[in-house]
């Protein structure tokens, strides 16, 4: 079945889907989004996704449908797609609206809606298993990234810097501090206990950050710190680990051309992929 698409209330078919030439968020970037898995036909954490959109929006005055309403329109839209019984995704963008190009945005604004739903891309089981590499990289980003903005290009060209060096992610680097992925958010482990960079401007706070830190080790009986980690220290940690939407909880076994973690997917890293996939398997 060809799927649908939605935008601003309407559920059409994609090639039917037309996006003005001046809309900002073509022109400018001028946009927030989230990206929202779905297990089973149920979308996971769905409330959090949804009020970290409206963060987002607030964070940049985009205007933007109250949660409830938003909630109401994903699953609306969700149940008209093939992804009401399977695994899938629901990418899910916001725009500022339509103007004349000017830099300064004029109030008022209608803002527009798109969601678009698609496989989940889940990432061969090897990855899982076997560990990634990773490359460091600096942080080239402005200093909201807690706002989930599509203005992505330095991520953009940080991943496809990865996949030139056969590498699955760039974390990256700011005055020689760890601060997250090109889409993922990352961890460390030091005898046992869970480390991953504060939620401060320089970070997305990531939802499967959250789960990590307030469903998963609580439950395994891990401790979990919010603290800087510079570079010599992330290098040196026990085991390295990549959470993400839809990197889930992604082992990391190299960082550039150096082995980690004794180049072995570790116990505790293992311990909470497991519980992961238990976690989004079984909602
Ligand atoms: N990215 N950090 C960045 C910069 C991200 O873009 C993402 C997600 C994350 C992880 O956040 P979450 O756990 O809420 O998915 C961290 C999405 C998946 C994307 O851009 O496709």
Not at 7 to 33: C, H, M, W
Not at 75 to 84: H, N
Not at 206 to 231: N, W
Request: proline share 5%; charged share 25%; glycine share 6%.
């Amino acid at each position: 079945m060809k799927q649908k698409v939605y935008l601003n209330g309407e559920i059409i078919p994609r090639e039917k889907a037309t996006i003005d030439i001046e809309d900002r968020g073509y022109q400018f970037a001028d946009g927030v989004y989230e990206v929202i898995a779905i297990y089973q036909g149920k979308p996971f954490k769905l409330t959090e996704h949804l009020e970290r959109l409206v963060f987002s929006a607030a964070e940049l005055e985009i205007e933007c449908p109250p949660l409830e309403k938003l909630e109401q329109e994903c699953q609306r839209y969700l149940a008209s797609t093939d992804y009401s019984q399977q695994n899938g995704k629901i990418y899910l963008q916001l725009t500022r609206g339509v103007c004349s190009r000017t830099h300064a945005y004029p109030d008022g604004l209608e803002s527009v809606l798109v969601m678009k739903a698609g496989p989940l891309g889940e990432k061969p089981e090897s990855y899982f298993k076997e560990g990634v590499k990773i490359i460091i990289r600096p942080d080239e980003r402005w200093s909201r990234c807690y706002v989930k903005s599509i203005a992505l290009l330095p991520n953009i060209m940080a991943k496809k810097e990865a996949k030139r060096e056969a590498a699955y992610e760039t974390v990256m680097e700011r005055d020689g501090f760890i601060t997250e992925g090109s889409s993922a958010n990352v961890f460390i482990v030091e005898k046992g206990t869970l480390i991953t960079p504060p939620a401060t401007n320089y970070i997305l706070k990531g939802i499967t950050r959250q789960t990590v830190i307030e469903d998963i080790a609580p439950q395994k009986g891990l401790e979990v710190k919010e603290e800087s980690i510079a570079l010599t220290r992330f290098l040196a940690a026990d085991e390295i680990f990549l959470t993400g939407t839809t990197t889930e909880v992604m082992p990391v076994i190299q960082v550039n051309d150096k082995e980690v973690a004794k180049g072995q997917v570790g116990d505790v890293t293992q311990t909470l992929y497991q519980a992961y996939r238990q976690l989004t398997r079984s909602q």
